[in-house]
């Protein structure tokens, strides 16, 4: 699946029964959503200092999918952020840092 696909379902849940999607509930409540995000970012740090390839993927999947998850319920898509990614290619990741 792509990241593309992964959010067009996230978007697709946004009216979905919260009683019966993972997503569609955490769509409902943005807090719970970035509280999942921190979780699962924090599971991939931990992953990544043991060293273990397929831990640190099966976790890096779960904070895409969060990420993903909290941007929706902001409002923020996968197209917002690509243009922000675009946008940043125009100078060097240095001079990105540095004016912010």
């Known amino acids: 699946m792509s990241l593309t696909d992964l959010a067009a379902t996230i978007a697709a849940r946004k009216d979905a029964d919260p009683a019966t999607s993972w997503t569609a509930k955490l769509l409902s409540n943005?807090?719970?959503?970035?509280?999942?995000?921190g979780e699962e970012a924090v599971e991939a740090?931990?992953?990544?200092?043991?060293g273990d390839k397929a831990r640190l993927t099966s976790e890096a999947a779960d904070v895409l999918y969060h990420l993903l998850v909290m941007?929706?319920?902001h409002d923020v898509t996968l197209d917002d952020i690509e243009a922000e990614l675009?946008?940043?290619?125009?100078?060097?990741?240095?001079?990105?840092?540095?004016?912010?």
Do not use: H, N, V
Request: include cysteine; charged fraction near 40%.
């Open 30 to 37: 943005p807090d719970k959503a970035a509280e999942k995000f």
């Open 45 to 50: 740090i931990i992953e990544a200092t043991k």
């Open 71 to 73: 941007c929706a319920a």
């Open 86 to 100: 675009e946008r940043r290619t125009s100078q060097s990741g240095l001079e990105e840092k540095a004016s912010r």
